[in-house]
């Protein structure tokens, strides 16, 4: 059974800075993706960044360009995402998702071409 476990979520303030944090198990990812999604309050589940099997397809969300970056170490199977420069827009739950099969191709960046999913974790950002 796949399991993707986050953790690393908390209470910061503005400008603060977080690691979040993804293992999965039950199957490695050896050729597909992972990704992070977040969801706040009210709204959809929105793409924030994904990552190839390889680390060399990587996509981030506009709205976290320059502040977040995603990365994974394969042999713990595990995938990151740190959040620096952080605002109260980024307070959301934040899922972990993965896929299988993705080969060579560009990263998904929309919820239905993931699989698997963790039960989240709460990011809040106060002013």
């Known amino acids: 059974q796949v399991q993707l476990v986050e953790s690393g979520g908390g209470l910061v303030q503005a400008g603060d800075s977080l690691r979040l944090s993804c293992v999965a198990s039950?199957?490695?990812?050896?050729?597909?993706?992972m990704a992070w999604f977040r969801q706040a309050p009210g709204k959809e589940r929105d793409f924030v960044a994904a990552i190839r099997w390889d680390g060399r397809s990587i996509n981030y969300a506009d709205s976290v360009k320059g502040r977040f970056t995603i990365s994974r170490d394969a042999a713990k199977n595990t995938v990151y995402l740190q959040m620096n420069s952080l605002k109260p827009e980024d307070t959301a739950v934040y899922y972990c998702?993965?896929?299988?099969?993705?080969?060579?191709?560009?990263?998904?960046?929309?919820?239905?071409?993931?699989?698997?999913w963790g039960q989240g974790t709460q990011v809040t950002v106060s002013s």
């Open positions: 039950g199957r490695t990812f050896t050729h597909g993706a």
């Open positions: 998702a993965a896929r299988n099969s993705l080969g060579y191709g560009l990263v998904p960046t929309d919820t239905d071409r993931y699989a698997y």
